[in-house]
Antibody, heavy 124, light 107 residues
Framework: EVQLVQSGAEVKKPGESLKISCKGSGYSFTSYWIGWVRQMPGKGLEWMGI????????RYSPSFQGQVTISADKSISTAYLQWSSLKASDTAMYYC?????????????????WGQGTLVTVSS | DIQMTQSPSSLSASVGDRVTITCRASQSISSYLNWYQQKPGKAPKLLIYAASSLQSGVPSRFSGSGSGTDFTLTISSLQPEDFATYYC?????????FGGGTKVEIK
């Protein structure tokens, strides 16, 4: 059974750093992209970026480039989303999702499995 | 970047109604358009991929159509469990994007 299990909810102060995780199981972790999606309170879905754990090829939305870092450790089938200095505006639910490889380097496929989400709250 | 615009942003409908949601891309995306359903407090769920392919396990009352810039999600007979928010997503470009969402509420 394919599963993506995300780390638990976090409460942080502005300026603090944070790394949340997404562990894949039930499939070949290195053969699928993993994407991250933000959902601010009461708002829609925002595509943040994706990583291919097989070779660490990473693509970012211009809106999130430089604001977050996406990484993966294929030895433990886990992807990460990291902030070096959180802001109150980073308060949101963050989802990871699996995306099949559409072809060599291709990202034309949908997100077919999703994690349960990690709620990040940033408040002084 | 490719922008995705959904309409309407919300609608009210009754059980048994036929419901249509539209999604427009700012440039041609061929058929690389996906639809998701999200219920409150839950992760999104894939319904339709490649504009018109039904994801395994999704009821046949859901269907998708379109290509190029204009796409449609249709629910042929709305069921109580279909009240949710629906999002389109383009996967044509490396940097993907979602539409703003359409909330389907009970009339």
């Amino acid at each position: 059974e394919v599963q993506l299990v995300q780390s638990g909810a976090e409460v942080k102060k502005p300026g603090e750093s944070l790394k949340i995780s997404c562990k894949g199981s039930g499939y070949s972790f290195t053969s699928y992209w993993i994407g991250w999606v933000r959902q601010m309170p009461g708002k829609g879905l925002e595509w943040m970026g994706i990583i291919y754990p097989g070779d660490s090829d990473t693509r970012y939305s211009p809106s999130f480039q430089g604001q977050v870092t996406i990484s993966a450790d294929k030895s433990i089938s886990t992807a990460y989303l990291q902030w070096s200095s959180l802001k109150a505006s980073d308060t949101a639910m963050y989802y990871c999702a699996r995306q099949p490889m559409g072809g060599v380097g291709a990202t034309t496929t949908p997100f077919d499995y999703w994690g349960q989400g990690t709620l990040v709250t940033v408040s002084s | 970047d490719i922008q995705m615009t959904q309409s309407p942003s919300s609608l009210s409908a009754s059980v048994g109604d036929r419901v249509t949601i539209t999604c427009r891309a700012s440039q041609s995306i061929s058929s690389y358009l996906n639809w998701y359903q999200q219920k409150p407090g839950k992760a999104p769920k894939l319904l339709i991929y490649a504009a018109s392919s039904l994801q395994s396990g999704v009821p046949s009352r859901f269907s998708g159509s379109g290509s190029g810039t204009d796409f449609t999600l249709t629910i042929s007979s709305l069921q109580p469990e279909d009240f949710a928010t629906y999002y389109c997503q383009q996967s044509y470009s490396t940097r993907s994007a979602f539409g703003g969402g359409t909330k389907v509420e009970i009339k």
